[in-house]
C-alpha cells in the first residue's frame, strides 16, 4: 500500500513551468516571462526625445511617472506600420527599470513547460536579427512562440540612458 502511494506521488510531481504574456509581431509570436511585466496598457500619447535610437519611440505619462516606451517591431528592424486599436503597451520591469514595450497584438497568458522550451537555431542569417533577443523557442497551440530575454532587448548604452530619465523624475 505505502509503495502505491509513493508510486502516485512521483507521478503528480509536474515539470518546472513557467507563465509568459504573449504577443503579436508581424507574423510571429513572442513571449515574455510574465515574471518582467507588470501591466497591459492601451496607447497613450508619446512625447519624442531627440537623437535616440529610432524604436525608442519616446515617453509617455502613466498615473504621474515617466516611462520609456520602445517600438518592438522597429527593434526587429521590420517595416515600421501605423498604430491600431489593438496596438498596447506592454509595461515590464527589467533590471530596476520600468520600460513599455510596443506590440502589436496581446495574443495570451501561456504556461510553458521548461521541458517545451529548446535554444533557437544559430543561423547566422542577418535578416534574423530578433534572433539574438530569442533566447528559447515553445510551441504552444500549434504554433510557435519566440521566447525573449528583454533584457537583451535593450541595448546597454540606451538602457543608461532611460535609467537616467527615470531618476531625473
Do not use: W
Not at 52 to 58: C, L, P, R, T
Not at 102 to 124: F, Q, S
Not at 150 to 166: A, C, H, V
Amino acid at each position: 500500500m505505502a509503495e502505491e502511494i509513493k508510486e502516485e506521488q512521483t507521478e503528480e510531481v509536474d515539470s518546472p513551468k513557467r507563465e509568459f504574456m504573449t504577443f503579436q509581431t508581424g507574423r510571429e509570436y513572442f513571449g515574455i516571462n510574465i515574471s518582467y511585466v507588470n501591466e497591459i496598457i492601451q496607447m497613450q500619447p508619446i512625447t519624442a526625445l531627440p537623437e535616440v535610437k529610432d524604436y525608442i519611440k519616446g515617453l509617455i505619462n502613466l498615473r504621474g511617472k515617466i516611462i520609456p516606451v520602445i517600438d518592438v517591431r522597429t527593434r526587429f528592424k521590420m517595416k515600421p506600420i501605423e498604430y491600431t486599436d489593438r496596438t498596447c503597451i506592454i509595461v515590464i520591469n527589467v533590471k530596476s527599470t520600468v520600460i513599455g514595450l510596443i506590440v502589436e497584438k496581446i495574443a495570451e497568458v501561456n504556461t510553458i513547460l521548461d521541458e517545451d522550451i529548446v535554444p533557437p537555431p544559430t543561423l547566422g542569417h542577418k535578416e534574423h536579427e530578433h534572433n539574438k533577443y530569442v533566447y528559447g523557442l515553445a510551441r504552444t497551440d500549434g504554433a510557435v512562440k519566440l521566447l525573449l530575454d528583454p533584457e537583451k532587448l535593450i541595448m546597454e548604452e540606451d538602457m543608461e540612458l532611460l535609467e537616467e530619465i527615470q531618476e531625473e523624475e
